[in-house]
């Protein structure tokens, strides 16, 4: 295949690839404003990776080569990743020590580059590597955030418990290769992918045994039970930005990751794995708010909220996916809808925490967040519709999200085999998003009602305001029009649905069964045409 197809197809990555070099040597020669000329360079970058997103058409599956497969998933994690990753460059603006400026803007490049082969990795060693592009940089921005003993502490002890979880990750890849014979994830031919995971609730011993090492690894990238523990010290150690960027960009890469683990195995999860899952969700999410219930740190209390967000999102991944079904009835759609929502109003917060500071340092106490609305109300407005959407309270996108999950799962049919399982889970997740007001609506006071012991002294400069207002707008925004977020989470999920020829689907209970039926007579795992998943429920 000619060089110039694999340029054009995968033009966003390779200009985050080049742009991620320029950016490393303008911060060694851009002279005394070496900060501003390394941020404008790194957003320059992702706003031109955007462009080329833009003009590109969506892929259809039917670009394959090198152990990347280009489909709908492909596409939404592009517009996502780059979206978020222009106001991830916003927020840390002016963040980075002059002299570290370009290795500091070059990481996030590097680790949203990580992002976006994740989301087209066919190959199991390729999704290795590509997850760990993700992790790695942001291993280096922990340490490079602050220059105090905190920060550092968090660098290394994020390193040792990522590199734990990298090897674990890779012994579950050979135990996956030794099982098939193969590293792809599936073998395409003419838009067609065949899953080489073949067997479903029948998996032998060395791939199920591969496929929980490789679940293993990956919760550590989400931040779910019981390898959440990093989350508080590396929130709190990190510098706002920071931390608001770990909150998204491993995150986003560990559930693609896990979609296309499930997708590979058609979504015939094996009874022991559903039930894994089952209480991997229930603990992380029960933990995560009961944690943050005690806390009197703000980065701390939002990294426990961080914890309790993934348990949310694996209610849905366990729901699974529904061809052409809106996210109401998609689990696959409602959490690739909420990640989005998520990642917004996750940063938001932090960037309300970046836009200010005491004389002491950094705001992160409450104490430390009251006075700001007397001072700024317009940057505490922005980030009271953040903490809102975080508790998902209407009028905001995260009232929707959280609709979409409990419903996806609620709106599982009678004689789905883990029906009663997952409604169960649903309620507990009620439950858990009632208990977590409790510490939202503890924020909101304090930046409006908290008693002003020292003045917030504003930092960061315009930048870090834009960041948090186009945090906020879109979470009103899309509380009125959801249509222009669900309408291509419903093509990405309808792209990772179990519709490879030979499939037995006679045991999934996802979806209607004429839809259904079409994909497995076309044999293809590619999504239904545009009209009619518009013409679904949203």
Not at 491 to 516: C, D
């Amino acid at each position: 295949m000619a060089l110039s197809t694999y340029i054009v197809q995968f033009a966003p990555e390779w200009t985050l690839l080049i742009g991620a070099c320029v950016t490393l040597l303008v911060g060694l020669v851009g002279g005394p404003r070496r900060v501003t000329w390394a941020s404008s360079a790194a957003l320059m970058t992702v706003l031109a990776a955007l462009g080329f997103t833009m003009v590109n058409d969506p892929p259809d599956g039917s670009f394959a080569s090198l152990g990347l497969w280009l489909t709908p998933l492909s596409h939404y994690a592009r517009w996502l990743t780059l979206g978020l990753g222009a106001v991830i460059i916003l927020v840390n603006w002016s963040q980075p020590d002059p002299g570290e400026c370009g290795e500091y803007m070059a990481m996030i490049l590097f680790s949203l580059l990580g992002v976006l082969i994740t989301a087209s990795a066919n190959d199991w060693v390729v999704l290795f590597l590509a997850l760990e592009l993700v992790s790695i940089p942001t291993y280096v921005l922990v340490a490079l955030s602050q220059s105090d003993a905190r920060s550092s502490e968090a660098g290394i002890k994020y390193f040792f418990l990522g590199a734990l979880a990298a090897a674990v990750l890779a012994y579950g890849v050979s135990f996956v290769y030794g099982s098939t014979g193969t590293t792809a994830i599936h073998r395409i031919g003419g838009g067609v992918g065949v899953s080489t995971l073949a067997g479903g609730a029948e998996l032998s011993g060395y791939a199920l045994t591969g496929l929980l090492l490789v679940l293993g690894g990956l919760c550590f990238k989400i931040a779910a039970v019981p390898s959440h523990v990093y989350a508080p010290d590396v929130y709190e150690g990190a510098a706002s930005p920071v931390s608001g960027l770990l909150g998204f960009v491993p995150k986003f890469a560990g559930f693609v990751a896990l979609l296309k683990i499930m997708a590979a195995l058609q979504w015939q999860l094996p009874v022991s794995l559903q039930w894994l899952l089952w209480v991997l969700a229930a603990a992380t999410m029960t933990a995560g708010n009961v944690l943050a219930l005690l806390q009197k740190n703000m980065k701390r209390t939002l990294a426990y909220s961080s914890i309790a967000h993934t348990g949310y999102m694996l209610i849905a991944l366990l729901v699974g996916p529904v061809t052409g079904e809106g996210p109401m009835r998609d689990g696959v759609s409602a959490m690739l809808f909420y990640i989005a929502v998520y990642g917004a109003m996750n940063l938001g917060a932090f960037a309300l925490l970046a836009a200010f500071r005491t004389e002491s340092g950094s705001v992160e106490t409450l104490d430390d967040l009251a006075g700001v609305a007397a001072r700024s109300p317009t940057a505490a407005f922005a980030f009271a519709v953040c903490i809102f959407s975080l508790m998902g309270f209407p009028p905001t996108a995260g009232f929707l999200g959280k609709l979409y999950i409990f419903g996806s799962a609620f709106s599982v049919p009678g004689d789905h085999s883990f029906h009663r399982p997952l409604i169960a889970l649903a309620i507990l997740g009620v439950v858990n998003s009632a208990m977590a007001a409790a510490y939202y609506l503890r924020i909101v006071a304090a930046a409006y009602w908290g008693r002003e012991r020292a003045a917030p002294i504003p930092t960061g400069g315009t930048p870090v305001r834009w960041g948090l207002a186009l945090c906020a707008i879109p979470l009103l925004v899309l509380f009125a029009r959801p249509l222009g977020l669900t309408a291509p989470a419903r093509m990405a999920a309808a792209s990772v649905n179990p519709m490879s020829p030979g499939s037995s689907t006679s045991k999934l209970t996802h979806g209607p069964a004429t839809t259904r039926d079409r994909f497995v007579a076309e044999g293809a795992l590619v999504p239904a045409p545009i009209s009619e998943l518009r013409s679904g429920s949203d």
